[in-house]
């Protein structure tokens, strides 16, 4: 079970580990798309850029050449202007343009500035391309008239349809460097101008390459990954992109062609300021995913602790719970459950030759023990004797306390002496010794000779065959056999029929008369005894009185006897006879009745029959079970003013001692100490001592059984004050017994 558990464990721990790799895994995936994917955008992101620079290149440009060809009119037929006037014409529209410096320029290259005097511009290449009627913006070029870098915008004048001139506007090589900036990328992109050869015509003001104009882009430039861009860049309309590398950095490069001189605007930048976006994109990305990750890992972690703290409470739940279930707290032996879980394991696999006894053990009187000696030594006994057991038990047997002092045993064996055998292990085993009393422990053996009856009747036939041992002082065993199931049987039947019987008066009382034996004619009194009548029959005390004590009924008998005494000493008192004490037999179980005593003296007050008419008769063996209860109920018996007797004293273990703090008046000794000749000396010695104590302790004597006339002379010999028996008279009716006794008077009979 537990390594189930274990591999439970492991199989959840490598599932939780897979489903986090997955997780991971994927994350990791997720991560790497989601780059290539931000890459891939930012490369188009920067084409579009690109392009878009070139467009704001282009327009700015335009915007200026435009601007020039606005102000040309304005200089249709300024050749015929005076030399003198001209400046300050020029200077007019100058001063409203976004050109320092606008210069006319005649057919022969002479050029008036605003402000800046004359020079001779001949050879230049933008007044020559203005004079072909090709309104163009020159390279960056040193001013004639003042020797800074300009670059020059230079447009046809037409007069009529004829060129007569060139209108030149000059701006600082800075202000288009400016326009080649980009504010992209945090302004780490940069655009160049270039014409289709690859000369660089514009640089931006920063200038990452440091490059000159004038010179080839593709001379600067030699580790260009697409071969064929420089003839690409030629064609008319291009546009594309290439990466190239350029001191140690990679760049990114788009190029657009424009309208302007055919020129080409190239845009490039470090492949790392691209990326840059990019990654830190990434990075939040990353942060973000990783912040799952562990978060996910953590609540991957944290159920699983869950999960297993749980697992591990039911499973301690279980455990404790089984423990609870198979295990007896007192002991620490196995359960009665756990028993039967054992033998119904043990038949299961039993083969045909193996022989099984169930033996039902118990304690005898151990409450008696309980009430003396306490629980403690009580449960001590139990725990010491479940050892006992277990040490005694082969493999393939088993063993449980039921409840109480209630033990069950099942044994393997080959012959009934194996049995006997361990008994008597167990017996002598358990051999203790507390406060003088010995422990006698009682056996009830039931050989399993079918396996398949219901195993709780099995337990059931050894309980029976135990219960018929009575007040053992020794240890004993006694094997179950059927008649045991025939009697359980009739006393079913007794049981269903006892209430109806009493009802039906069934029950009737019978006198025993006793006699004084020093005039033996003289009749002192009776002994009430019980008779049922059924069916014509007449049963025997004996045959319903053991169960009547042990399923209460007998209360009722008892007191139905008493009852009916009563009503026949109020008819014999009120005939005005010589009423003499009769003696009822109360059973033990009056004694833990709470008002036993005073419901008796109910019933005398009922009929008006003082308590002095009534003897009760107690049984010996009963008598010292519990001398504490026995004391207080004797005393009321006494207080109320019944006489009281011990029956069939001799045959219980009580000692003269101990009867001499009780308030009896008379001891009845049982007839088992008579012998039919009245010969036997050790016997007749017992008697003899016994009615010398009772004697000296005030009780008078009755001799029970008396049979014989050797009998009757011995027992008045030996001072025996009464004596009852089937020599006198045997138990008679209510009417014999008042016609024996009271024939005498008038109105006998007459009830
Ligand atoms: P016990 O109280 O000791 O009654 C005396 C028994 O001895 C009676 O048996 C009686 O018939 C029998 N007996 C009397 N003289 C002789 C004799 O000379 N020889 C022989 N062999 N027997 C003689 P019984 O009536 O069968 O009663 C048996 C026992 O049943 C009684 O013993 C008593 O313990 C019990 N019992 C009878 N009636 C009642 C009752 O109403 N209530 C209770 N609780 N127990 C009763
Ligand atoms: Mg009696
Ligand atoms: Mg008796």
């Known amino acids: 079970m537990k390594s189930a558990i274990e591999t439970g464990k492991i199989k959840y721990a490598v599932l939780m580990l897979i489903i986090t790799a997955v997780f991971v895994t994927a994350c990791v995936f997720y991560l790497l798309g989601f780059r290539f994917?931000?890459?891939?955008?930012?490369?188009f992101y920067f084409n579009e850029i690109a392009t878009e620079s070139a467009n704001t290149v282009e327009i700015k440009l335009d915007t200026l050449i435009t601007s020039m060809n606005n102000y040309a009119p304005m200089f249709s037929g300024f050749n015929s202007v005076p030399v003198e006037e001209r400046a300050e014409r020029i200077a007019a529209i100058s001063d409203v343009s976004q050109f320092y410096d606008i210069a006319y320029i005649e057919i022969d290259g002479t050029a008036t500035s605003s402000y800046l005097g004359n020079a001779i511009l001949i050879r230049r290449a933008y007044f020559r391309n203005a004079l072909a009627g090709v309104s163009n913006i020159s390279e960056i070029v040193v001013s004639e008239f003042n020797g800074m870098r300009v670059n020059v915008f230079a447009v046809p004048v037409y007069t009529g349809d004829e060129i007569t001139g060139v209108l030149a506007g000059a701006v600082e090589s800075g202000y288009l460097n400016e326009l080649m900036n980009s504010?992209?990328?945090?302004?780490?992109?940069?655009?160049?101008?270039?014409?289709?050869?690859?000369?660089?015509?514009?640089?931006?003001?920063?200038?990452?390459?440091g490059v000159d104009t004038g010179i080839s882009f593709f001379d600067v430039i030699s580790d260009i990954s697409d071969k064929d861009i420089a003839a690409n860049i030629s064609a008319v309309d291009a546009s594309g992109s290439?990466?190239?590398?350029?001191?140690?950095?990679?760049?990114?490069?788009?190029?657009?062609?424009?309208?302007?001189?055919?020129?080409?605007?190239?845009?490039l930048a470090r492949c790392s300021d691209v990326h840059a976006v990019t990654y830190n994109v990434f990075g939040l990305a990353l942060a973000f995913t990783i912040a799952i990750v562990i978060i996910a890992i953590a609540c991957i972690i944290i159920l699983s602790i869950k999960h297993w703290l749980s697992k591990k409470r039911y499973a301690e739940t279980v455990n404790e719970r089984d423990f609870l279930k198979y295990t007896d707290p007192l002991t620490g032996g196995p359960s009665y459950e756990k028993f039967l879980d054992e033998v119904t394991a043990i038949f299961a696999s039993k083969n045909e030759k193996e022989n099984y006894a169930v033996i039902s053990m118990d304690i005898n009187k151990f409450r008696t023990i309980n009430d003396r000696d306490g629980y403690d030594v009580g449960n001590r006994i139990l725990v010491d004797l479940a050892q006992v057991v277990q040490d005694n038990l082969n493999t393939g047997e088993a063993y449980t306390r039921k409840n109480a002092d209630l033990f069950y045993i099942l044994l393997k064996y080959n012959y009934e002496a194996d049995i006997f055998a361990r008994v008597d292990d167990i017996i002598s085993e358990s051999n203790y010794n507390l406060n003088d009393l010995k422990i006698t422990l009682l056996f009830g053996v039931y050989m399993v000779d079918d396996s398949n009856i219901d195993f709780r009747s099995i337990l059931d036939h050894?309980?029976?065959?135990?219960?018929?041992?009575?007040?053992?002082?020794?240890?004993r065993c006694a094997f179950f056999d059927n008649n045991l199931l025939t009697k359980i049987r009739e006393e079913k039947k007794i049981e269903s029929v006892m209430e109806y019987a009493l009802e039906r008066n069934e029950f009737r009382v019978y006198l025993q008369p006793k006699y004084d034996l020093r005039d033996r004619s003289s009749i002192i009194g009776a002994e009430a005894l019980v008779r049922w009548f059924r069916d014509g029959k007449m049963i025997p005390p004996g045959g319903f009185i053991p169960l009547f004590e042990k399923n209460g009924f007998i209360l009722k008998i008892d007191r139905f006897v008493f009852e009916e005494v009563c009503k026949q000493q109020r008819i014999w008192l009120s005939r005005g006879y010589d009423v003499r004490v009769i003696s009822v037999n109360m059973s033990r179980v009056n004694l833990q009745q709470p008002n036993f005593v005073r419901d008796l003296y109910r019933i005398c007050n009922k009929y008006n029959v003082p308590?002095?008419?009534?003897?009760?008769?107690?049984?010996?063996?009963?008598?010292?079970?519990?001398?504490?209860?026995?004391?207080?109920?004797?005393?009321?018996?006494?207080?109320?003013?019944?006489?009281?007797?011990?029956?069939?004293?001799?045959t219980g273990y009580s000692s003269l001692n101990m009867l001499k703090d009780l308030p009896v008046d008379v001891l009845k000794i049982d007839r088992s100490f008579l012998t039919d000749s009245g010969k036997n000396e050790r016997a007749n010695s017992i008697i003899s001592h016994v009615i010398k104590l009772a004697l000296s302790l005030h009780m008078k004597t009755i001799c029970e059984g008396i049979e014989t006339s050797d009998q009757v002379s011995l027992l008045s010999g030996l001072g025996c004050d009464m004596a009852q028996g089937f020599y006198f008279d045997r138990p008679m009716s209510i009417e014999e017994y008042e016609k024996k006794l009271y024939s005498h008077y008038p109105n006998t009979n007459l009830r």
Request: no cysteine; aromatic share 14%.
């Open 37 to 43: 994917v931000l890459e891939k955008d930012n490369l």
């Open 183 to 209: 504010q992209t990328f945090n302004g780490m992109a940069s655009s160049y101008i270039m014409n289709t050869e690859g000369i660089i015509i514009l640089t931006p003001q920063k200038d990452p390459l």
């Open 242 to 267: 290439f990466t190239f590398r350029f001191e140690d950095q990679d760049y990114f490069a788009a190029y657009n062609s424009i309208d302007i001189s055919e020129w080409v605007v190239l845009t």
């Open 462 to 475: 050894a309980d029976l065959a135990r219960r018929t041992i009575k007040n053992s002082s020794e240890s």
């Open 611 to 650: 308590t002095k008419y009534f003897e009760i008769e107690i049984t010996e063996s009963v008598a010292f079970e519990n001398l504490e209860i026995l004391t207080r109920v004797f005393n009321e018996l006494k207080n109320y003013g019944f006489y009281i007797s011990i029956d069939d004293f001799g």
